[in-house]
């Protein structure tokens, strides 16, 4: 081989360890400090905030769930609204139950309401959302008191 080819060669290899150690960081960057969130200007923060005002709370049946409790883990005794669904579950700053805990993905699971029932859903997280002792493949109906298990954090159901 001439002398041109192997230099060629050369750096067509650092290139591809220079694109492999900046992917390797900037998932690493990812995991660190989660997704970036775009930042709104101040009137679409005004017209969110009328809109939001404006909007209608749901009519909810009587002795239907009306918020997710955090039972266990580091978040234990936080108490969220099922008034804002769906709700986002995860390590993220854009989700709505924020949980620390390394076993929770930054966007991990979703609960949401569906007419009267409630759902949890699993947003393909790394180790999974648990409804009881099943791991969930595909979203499942949620009763008052169900125990969905993030990680080491458990969620509950209740009025």
Known sequence: MSELTLMLIRFAYLAILWIFVLSA???????MFGARVEHSTRAERRAAKAAAKTRTKPVRRRGAPTHVHIVEGANAGES???DDAPLLIGRGSDA?????DDYVSTRHARIAASGDAWFVED???????????????QPATLNLGSQVRIGKTILELRK
Not at 96 to 100: G, K, Q, S, T, V
Not at 123 to 137: I, V
């Open 25 to 31: 960081l900037s998932v690493i960057r990812s995991d």
């Open 123 to 137: 947003l393909g997280s790394t180790n999974g959302t648990y409804l009881g002792t099943q791991r969930l493949t």
């Open 96 to 100: 709505a139950i924020r949980l620390d």
């Open 80 to 82: 969220i609204s099922l």
